[in-house]
């Protein structure tokens, strides 16, 4: 444990000024998605765009795919989020639970976008780059491009795949020694839980279930 303290005292001190802007701007999106506020994807995109390049300088290229995927759906997710009725002015798309079908996809997504990015990423580790961990970083990208394609239909359960990337992206940035980053992923653990329960009270709300406070 002493020496786990040594090491995250000393790769925060030589945190860059990068990684405090990415980690404050994602923190600021999750909140932002958190309370269903379509900032979520402008934020998201300094986030994006700045772990871009922290994810190659660590040889964490499957997160590095992420960030490249993100800005795309954030487009997609920012028009559907913003259509409104023109005779309610109301939201057209609102937070619901995916039915038995709308699992079974997610299922194949997450299972077809892990299998492709293990296998280039075991490439890359034999050819190009030792440091690479392709098993954790697979599984950690595979989650987050699902929990995104979620978030974007404002499905409750893309707060489980981002606990999921969450809970990978806690050690594989630590051991990467990006350790404010760790903590970053712990604190957006914190969050995700927070926002599956605050989504799925209005989801349940909205089917009339419980009424809203």
Request: glycine residues 6%.
């Amino acid at each position: 444990m002493n020496e786990l303290w040594q090491q995250f005292l000393n790769d925060l001190s030589h945190t860059t000024w990068l990684e405090y802007i990415a980690v404050i701007a994602g923190i600021a999106s999750v909140w932002y998605s958190r309370k269903e506020n379509i900032l979520v994807y402008p934020v998201g995109l300094i986030n994006t765009i700045i772990y871009i390049f922290l994810s190659v300088r660590g040889h964490l290229y499957g997160e590095a795919s992420v960030n490249f995927y993100y800005p795309v759906v954030s487009l997609y997710g920012w028009i559907i989020w913003a259509r409104r009725d023109k005779q309610s002015h109301e939201h057209l798309l609102q937070i619901s639970f995916s039915n038995r079908k709308e699992w079974t996809f997610q299922l194949l997504f997450f299972g077809a976008f892990y299998a492709v990015l293990y296998f280039v990423l075991s490439y890359l580790k034999k050819e190009f780059s030792p440091g690479a961990i392709p098993w954790a970083d697979a599984f950690a990208s595979a989650t987050a491009y699902t929990g995104m394609w979620l978030m974007a239909r404002k499905k409750v359960e893309s707060w489980w795949w981002w606990i999921m990337t969450n809970m990978a992206s806690i050690p594989l940035y630590f051991v990467k020694h990006y350790v404010l980053t760790s903590v970053y992923y712990l604190i957006l653990l914190g969050l995700a839980f927070a926002g599956l329960a605050e989504w799925r009270r209005k989801a349940l709300a909205r089917e009339g279930k419980i009424g809203l406070p």
